[in-house]
């Protein structure tokens, strides 16, 4: 039986230009780069040639280049470490109600040490609104957080323009700057990563996302922005973030972003073509089913879609038993019963947002792909829905929740 792996969004495998990469730091580059011998001068060297190469991609000092474990961990430093760090200059975050648990959790954190949190709603399709944004902006605002692109529904938020109302109103409040942060981890080798152009003064990126190898993270910290570390022991990463550094990890983070960015304009031409043609090829063979996110302004490898009348993980599952990898929302909250989070603040009703199904397109998917699942999904939902209790009429769903095209 082949593997067809549409679960990208969750984990991509190691590229093997990236494993080639890494492996002589496995054995033969051993020293470690906070040592003053030669061998930990020849670790430090490679760690600092791979900061710049990052930095030269993100258009910023190699000096705002900071080396973590992981997005997750990217993600906590960057609202732990600021939030603390300012709370003299307000007690106010803002973020959105679709971030990656990576986000929320630490602002729920954050709002039991005395921060109050405002969550965004978004719409139908998954977007901010960017007057609701400025009208939730008040003076004990300190942070703003929001994802660059939704590792679930695909949906890319308006991250320059919210940038430059941020910008805007710090040029009228000077004693008392906001701070802006976004979780890019989806955006490597599909989305503009300038920080310059972005407008942000922190954002997280991670390997795994991008063929690069897991347990590794970078975060950009805007040269002036004030954060504390969240991890305390020795003096790495310019004393942020205590530990020795992963080498081999951080050579392959720094390979993989090279090679995701060399290849982005062809890689999401192929990408957007394919996804297009599953997309549409399920919408005309299922009934009862709708695209979830934004139409266009969404990742060129996501396609997530809600069907009626079935439960996501008995879909899940048959597909697993063809070799399909797919998923029902992200990773991190597999183990959960519930609907996704991002889908019921997207306004679905619960019934709809458990029947969701997330593929994610990658490097190793064909056009024989996406011919096999269009085949595959529709036989399965019809015997899914053949020993299922539900039997829900669209139309009443599509009134009550204007969900137009389902």
Known sequence: MRTIYVDHAATTYVDQEVIKEMQPLMAEIYGNPSSVHHKGREANRMLESSREKVANILNCKSSEIYFVGSGTESDNLALFGFARKNKEQGNHIITTKIEHHAVSHPCEQLKKEGFEITYLPVDLEGKVDLEELKKSIRKETILISIMYANNEI????????????IAKLNSERPDSKIAFHTDACQAPGALNLNVSELGCDMLTLNGSKMYGPKGIGVLFVKKGTLIEPIIHGGSQEKHLRAGTEN?????????ALELAEAGKEKEVARLIKLRDKLANGLLKKIEKIR????????????????ILDIEGEGLLLKLDALGVCASSGSACTSGSLDPSHVLLACGLPHVVAHGSLRMSLGKCNSEEDIDFLIEKIPPIVKELRSISALNLDPKNFSKLFNLKNL
């Not at 695209?291 to 809600?306: E, Q």
């Open 154 to 165: 695909g949906t890319i938020q308006p991250i320059k323009e919210i940038g430059e109302i």
């Open 291 to 306: 695209l979830n996110g934004h139409p266009t302004d969404r990742l060129p490898n996501n396609v997530n879609i809600s």
């Open 247 to 255: 080498l081999a990890n951080i050579i392959g983070f720094a390979k």
